[in-house]
């Protein structure tokens, strides 16, 4: 069976704040994206607010048809945020204010306590979470330990290897990664620089139940429309599966 599409709309949030505009309206475009097959929204409300706003994240609330899953840092301000928006998941992600784009997973062996805390007040909201991590058994051990229902493997160091041999080394720790994951019982999503030229190998990983896919597929939309691009990836997804 295919893993899920989670469809990150942040990007078409970043085209309206660059003009402090009403559009374009990532509402809509989620909406595009579920009629088109998408089985997750997904966003990233971050500390400095640069794309998603929370009038997006109570709007998406109130309309996602499928799950809706928000990325986050581990923060008093977010969990307060997420408590009371009840997304269905929250992905806790590192932040860096400087940063373009989340540039690598959240270091859970070294934070265990305290992001034990926060995955046991979402938890208690009945608010799945999901780690983002890097492909390292390590990180995948400590986030059994603080009880995480899910991991998202940052597939990010594959996604932009140029030589084919850094692409295969890369992939191998993600392969290593997904299986220690499933071994433990963790639920698998995978994430991060994924298009529509380097998803095949990675989602012939049958243990991988997920992807979220954002700047792909907002780039792809462009050109040819959301449904469109949802569906091409969908069917990525799918043959990669086979």
């Known amino acids: 069976m295919p893993a899920r599409l989670g469809v990150n709309v942040d990007h078409v949030a970043t085209l309206r704040q660059s003009r402090r505009t009403s559009y374009p309206d990532p509402v809509q475009a989620a909406m595009l994206a579920e009629l088109a097959g998408a089985d997750q929204i997904t966003i990233h409300l971050r500390e400095d607010r640069r794309h998603?706003?929370?009038?997006?994240?109570?709007v998406l609330r109130r309309t996602?048809?499928?799950?809706?899953?928000?990325e986050m840092a581990a923060t008093q301000e977010m969990v307060k945020t997420a408590y009371e928006a009840k997304p269905d998941t929250c992905t806790l992600v590192p932040e860096r204010r400087e940063e373009l784009t989340t540039e690598g997973g959240l270091d859970v062996s070294?934070?265990?306590d305290a992001i034990r805390k926060v995955v046991k007040t979402l938890q208690d909201a009945e608010i799945q979470v999901s780690l983002f991590i890097d492909p390292d058994v390590d990180q995948v051990r400590a986030a059994h330990r603080v009880e995480a229902q899910v991991v998202e493997i940052h597939t990010g160091r594959y996604c932009d290897a140029r030589l084919a041999q850094d692409r295969r080394r890369e992939l191998a720790r993600v392969v290593d990664a997904v299986k220690a994951a499933a071994k433990l019982g963790l639920r698998v999503a995978a994430g991060h620089?994924?298009?529509y030229q380097n998803i095949l190998p990675v989602a012939a990983i049958p243990e991988i139940e997920e992807f979220n896919i954002g700047h792909a597929i907002i780039g792809h939309a462009i050109m040819v429309g959301m449904e469109r691009a949802v569906r091409e990836m969908k069917e990525l997804i799918a043959r990669g599966a086979r």
């Open 193 to 195: 620089g994924l298009s």
């Open 52 to 58: 998603i706003q929370e009038r997006d994240l109570q």
């Open 64 to 70: 996602v048809q499928t799950q809706l899953n928000l």
């Open 110 to 112: 070294g934070n265990r």
